[in-house]
């Protein structure tokens, strides 16, 4: 069973950095794509990053790309995303999710399992 729990989430200020970790319990990720997406006030829920199950490929919107990181380490069932050069913008519930294909996706709908969520809150 996929049960994935975020982490490292905070307060921050604009430029500064924080790394948000993903932990699968389960330990069924190694097999699947995994993504990054975020909630901000107000929004709807959007895609941020995406990694294939091997780590091999990767996928970045655009207002995050050069400043944000995704990465994982499927020996620990984690999956991570290094957020540099923060903006008062990327203030948002930030989601891990399981995909239900091996690829990178920005695609909501194919991820099947989804974290509680973590806050990340940018003062200017």
């Known amino acids: 069973q996929v049960q994935l729990v975020e982490s490292g989430g905070g307060l921050v200020q604009a430029g500064g950095s924080l790394r948000l970790s993903c932990a699968d319990s389960?330990?069924?990720?190694?097999?699947?794509?995994m993504g990054w997406f975020r909630q901000g006030p107000g929004k709807e829920r959007e895609f941020v990053a995406a990694?294939?199950?091997?780590?091999?490929?990767?996928d970045y919107a655009d207002s995050v790309k050069g400043r944000f990181t995704i990465s994982r380490d499927n020996a620990r069932n984690m999956v991570y995303l290094q957020m540099n050069s923060l903006k008062p913008d990327d203030t948002a519930v930030y989601y891990c999710?399981?995909?239900?294909?091996?690829?990178?996706?920005?695609?909501?709908?194919?991820?099947?399992?989804w974290g509680q969520g973590t806050q990340v809150t940018v003062s200017s």
């Open positions: 999710a399981r995909s239900s294909v091996v690829g990178a996706h920005r695609t909501k709908d194919i991820y099947n399992s």
């Open positions: 990694i294939s199950w091997s780590g091999g490929s990767t």
């Open positions: 389960g330990g069924t990720i190694s097999s699947r794509g």
